[in-house]
């Protein structure tokens, strides 16, 4: 059996450390991460090793060579372009001529291959996919299988309400040669973003095999922290170093003074020099040939090689590239990265989480605060269901919005026409105005959009040609909301998302000349374009008086005044938003309903002619009525907890009705056809409504009476984020028997024709509950087995 070793990353997400060194170089525990890849594959019998590679590939050739001091034979394929992870190792198909195992050089495991390989042969299988537990998925490719081991489901990189298991691909595969029959001749072309799904959809032998042993994929800087204390946790330490107390490993050359007060587990490698009365505590490794001066104190840090640390300087949880120089008294805090060849000079401080890129000189007593040159460290889900939410004057400040306008502007050509949005706060304004100067710096042209009504925001955007919108906003908890769209006026897809997540932590310099720098075009939008089209798409008209109670704030009054005007709706205004005024004033002025807008006017709440609001059961049912309606169209799109009655009412209009998720985009997306959408459009909505209501002749609470019988129960439960995944899965294993939907969360069908779908937070340590049955008491049932069974597998 022969392997492939997928050497060719350019390591982004650990930079700075991979600036000037490929990611199969990094040391780990002072040793190669790759070595240990080969010594993996070598313990199980493969000695006959390919090696995909293309960043910094000289170097990895350099120190790997032929392999024969590691006892393997290596062969090198090296890509000029970046072919994707299944596109690299095709390119080494003249090599694998029979069964072989892939695995990347930045992966560390001590699972067992023998095993994987006997249930790969047993199960006859095209592809085997080592799986492991993580408790925080997003990172990886989460698995489902059914009893047997056959993956039916596969999700790339997950967001949070995406999460149904805690098993995730290793990227170790152990694949038949006829794998490469189902690639395509011209790459990139990816294992977990294309073939898999690919072979998933189409039912083809791919199987899961669940993994025991340690497993580490060391890709970003935190797994690469956690990574050298779980090997000095295991004592997994290189041969050569020497135990000389417990847990206390040196290697060779090692010069320790008087008074040095060291404390395991700790590895200390060869020819370091601790000088007089210095400290090394736990979880640290140094080095070789680095040097701790008097009274320096280095705890849980990871030093690379030539690093000198001057006296008095402390380190907490620090990692230090090579060749760095840290001068006297500098404090260094948790997860900050020092990149190679920088000095830092006396009494300089480095906030937690700050990198500094290699070759970098810090000033004496300087305050590193924020990273330099280049972007801090962010959480792993920027963005929310509803964009980037941040604390106002916490999170969203100056320099994080000039920040996301830098990687913002990396999607997009010089010369990009971008529109700017806000609401009425002034802290939204001064966001937004902001964001547009900064991309004026990368050259991009920006324009205002003056009205503040998002839904004409996104019809203005592709009707003007933008390349794209940001539209800020806050919310009602003093959070302000960077919602960005693309060119289509649709909130950008998740692969957007991800390439501004990685240009926000990592390096990112778009910079032009002062001849290129981009322009505010000097005429403003305004609503006219949308109010105009509105007025041509619905053609409402009545001789009858109708009236309807709003709120809304008062930068939206004059759109909403102007458009529900001109289709002679009178608009009785009210500054209150709480339910009881609302319904007094719609009995007071004998109007026949009332409606009540976000900030944005994108989402809305209604209010029938007796002043009872409106469930979301039965605003998603009036979506369905009025889209069937007044659309040429006859499917319409519905969220994944929506009921299934929905389908006999669609039956009745001659329409159908298709589930996505409960997502914006993919609510627009499904209504690409049309420029208005009823669920997303509280204009739009309320004349549609006035329109349904002058057909039908009769009330609104008539019609929304006139529905079949909905019986829906929704409930939230808190699950913690570190738990989320592992109790997914173990309801997923619960209903292997049954038939499971994966369109968003997991939907269960049950045997009576109910189904209970469990859906995600985003942002939230949250799981809704939605369980949909003959009765009402069925319904609740239902949803209150799942919470019972959900906080159960809690406490396993």
Same mark, same amino acid.
């Given at each position: ?7 060719g990353?350019r ?7 991979t ?12 040793k ?12 199980y @019998?493969?000695?006959?090793i390919a ?8 170097e990895?050739i350099? /120190? +790997? ?5 590691f006892?393997v ?6 890509? !000029?372009?970046?072919?994707?992870t ?5 390119h080494?198909? #003249? ?9 990347s !050089?930045?992966?560390?495991t001590?699972i067992?291959?023998q095993q ?14 080592? &799986?492991?537990h ?6 990886y490719?989460g ?8 993956i039916?489901?596969?999700?790339e990189?997950?967001k949070?309400?995406e999460?149904c298991?805690?098993?995730?691909n290793?990227?170790?595969y ?13 790459p ?10 690919y ?16 497993? #580490?994929?060391?890709g970003?800087?935190?797994?690469y922290?956690q ?6 946790n ?7 170093y020497?135990?000389i ?15 040095v007060k060291?404390?395991g587990?700790i ?15 736990p979880?640290?490794?140094? @080095?070789p040939?680095?040097?701790? #001066?008097?009274h ?5 840090s990871?030093v ?5 640390v001057?006296?008095h ?7 230090v ?8 008294k500098?404090? *260094? ?5 020092i ?5 830092l000079e006396?009494?300089?401080k480095?906030?937690h989480?700050?990198k ?11 305050k590193v605060k924020?990273s ?10 920027l ?6 939410? &941040?604390r106002a ?20 050509e ?7 949005? +806000?609401d ?7 966001m937004?105005?902001l ?5 004026? &710096?990368y050259g991009?042209?920006?324009n205002? /959009?003056?009205?503040?009504?998002l839904? !004409?925001f ?6 003007k040609?933008?390349h ?11 959070e302000a909301i960077?919602d ?15 390439a501004?997540e990685?240009q &926000? ?13 981009g ?6 939008e305004?609503?006219e ?5 509105l007025?041509?798409? *619905?053609?409402?008209?009545s ?16 759109i ?6 001109s289709?002679a ?7 209150h938003?709480d339910?009881?005024h ?9 109007a026949h309903?009332?409606?009540?807008f ?7 709440r209604i ?6 609001a409106l ?9 369905v009525l ?7 169209t ?6 994944s907890w ?5 389908h ?9 009705i ?6 914006r985009?993919d609510?627009?997306?499904a209504h ?6 009823? /669920?997303f ?7 549609q ?8 002749r009769c009330s609104?609470?008539a019609v929304?009476?006139?529905?079949p ?5 929704c ?5 913690p984020?570190?738990e989320?995944a592992?109790?997914m ?12 939907d994966?369109t968003d969360?997991i939907?269960?069908?049950?045997e009576?024709?109910a189904w209970?779908?469990?859906?995600p ?20 049932e ?15």
């Amino acid at each position: 059996m022969k392997a492939v070793i997928m050497a060719g990353g350019r390591g982004t997400r650990l930079r700075p450390l991979t600036c000037h060194v490929p990611k199969p170089v990094v040391p780990i525990m002072n040793k190669p991460v790759m070595e240990y890849s080969i010594e993996w594959l070598k313990q199980y @019998g493969i000695t006959h090793i390919a090696v995909t590679v293309e960043y910094l590939s000289d170097e990895i050739i350099e /120190y +790997f060579g032929d392999g024969q001091r590691f006892g393997v034979h290596l062969h090198y394929f090296e890509e !000029a372009t970046p072919l994707g992870t299944a596109g690299s190792v095709k390119h080494a198909q #003249s090599f694998l001529d029979d069964t072989f195992v892939v695995i990347s !050089a930045d992966t560390l495991t001590t699972i067992d291959l023998q095993q994987a390989i006997d249930f790969h042969f047993s199960k006859q299988s095209l592809v085997t996919v080592l &799986m492991h537990h993580e408790a925080t998925p997003l990172s990886y490719g989460g698995i489902v299988t059914d009893r047997h081991g056959k993956i039916i489901h596969f999700v790339e990189k997950p967001k949070w309400n995406e999460v149904c298991t805690d098993l995730v691909n290793t990227g170790i595969y152990i694949c038949h040669p006829t794998i490469f029959d189902y690639m395509p001749q011209h790459p990139p072309y990816d294992f977990s973003q294309h073939l898999f799904p690919y072979l998933v959809q189409h039912e083809y032998p791919i199987y899961g095999w669940q993994a025991d042993g340690y497993w #580490s994929d060391i890709g970003v800087i935190e797994q690469y922290h956690q990574t050298h204390i779980d090997l000095l946790n295991e004592r997994f330490v290189p041969s050569h170093y020497k135990e000389i107390a417990p847990a206390i490993w040196v290697g060779k050359g090692v010069k320790i003074a008087q008074g040095v007060k060291l404390e395991g587990p700790i590895m200390i490698g060869d020819d370091v020099r601790i000088d007089d009365y210095a400290t090394v505590g736990p979880y640290t490794v140094i @080095g070789p040939r680095s040097v701790i #001066s008097k009274h320096a104190s280095l705890k849980r840090s990871i030093v690379w090689p030539d690093v000198y640390v001057d006296q008095h300087s402390e380190l907490r949880g620090a990692i230090v590239a090579n060749d760095v120089y840290i001068g006297k008294k500098n404090e *260094i805090f948790d997860y900050a990265v020092i990149g190679a060849k920088c000095k830092l000079e006396n009494k300089v401080k480095v906030q937690h989480g700050v990198k500094i890129w290699p070759n970098k000189t810090i000033a004496e007593k300087t305050k590193v605060k924020h990273s330099i040159v280049w972007g801090e460290q962010h959480t792993k889900t920027l963005f929310s269901e509803q964009g980037i939410k &941040m604390r106002a004057y916490i999170d969203a400040h100056p320099l994080f919005i000039t920040r996301l306008a830098s990687a913002y502007s990396s999607l997009y050509e010089k010369d990009s026409r971008i529109l700017i949005g +806000f609401d009425d706060h002034p802290f939204s304004r001064a966001m937004g105005m902001l964001f547009a100067e900064c991309l004026h &710096m990368y050259g991009m042209h920006t324009n205002i /959009y003056e009205g503040g009504y998002l839904p !004409a925001f996104r019809y203005i955007v592709p009707h003007k040609q933008y390349h794209g919108g940001v539209f800020i906003t806050m919310n009602e908890h003093d959070e302000a909301i960077v919602d960005i769209y693309d060119g289509y006026g649709y909130p950008i897809d998740r692969a957007m998302e991800r390439a501004i997540e990685q240009q &926000m932590k990592h390096e990112h310099a778009c910079y032009v000349s002062l001849t290129q720098i981009g322009e505010a075009m000097k005429q403003k939008e305004k609503d006219e374009l949308y109010v105009r089209a509105l007025r041509q798409w *619905i053609p409402f008209s009545s001789s009858e008086q109708w009236k309807v109670v709003v709120c809304s704030s008062p930068l939206l009054r004059e759109i909403i005044e102007h458009t529900l005007q001109s289709f002679a709706i009178q608009v009785v205004w009210t500054d209150h938003q709480d339910d009881e005024h609302i319904r007094k004033q719609i009995k007071r002025e004998h109007a026949h309903f009332g409606i009540v807008f976000d900030r944005s006017g994108e989402r809305f709440r209604i209010f029938d002619g007796q002043g009872t609001a409106l469930t979301n059961e039965e605003v998603i049912s009036l979506h369905v009525l009025v889209s069937l309606l007044f659309s040429e169209t006859k499917k319409v799109a519905v969220p994944s907890w929506a009921p299934s009655m929905l389908h006999t009412l669609a039956e009745r209009l001659y329409g159908d009705i298709v589930y996505v998720k409960d997502a914006r985009r993919d609510f627009l997306f499904a209504h690409h056809h049309e420029p208005f959408h009823f /669920y997303f459009d509280g204009l739009y909505a309320c004349v549609q409504l006035f329109h349904l209501l002058a057909i039908e002749r009769c009330s609104l609470r008539a019609v929304v009476s006139s529905i079949p019988t909905i019986h829906l129960s929704c409930r939230d439960v808190y699950c913690p984020w570190h738990e989320r995944a592992a109790v997914m899965r173990k309801l997923l294993e619960e209903c292997y028997d049954k038939h499971v939907d994966f369109t968003d969360g997991i939907k269960v069908y049950h045997e009576d024709g109910a189904w209970t779908l469990i859906l995600p937070k985003v942002d939230e340590p949250t799981l809704t509950i939605y369980s949909q049955a003959t009765n009402a008491q069925k319904a609740k049932e239902y949803t209150k087995y799942y919470i019972k069974k959900i906080r159960q597998y809690q406490n396993v």
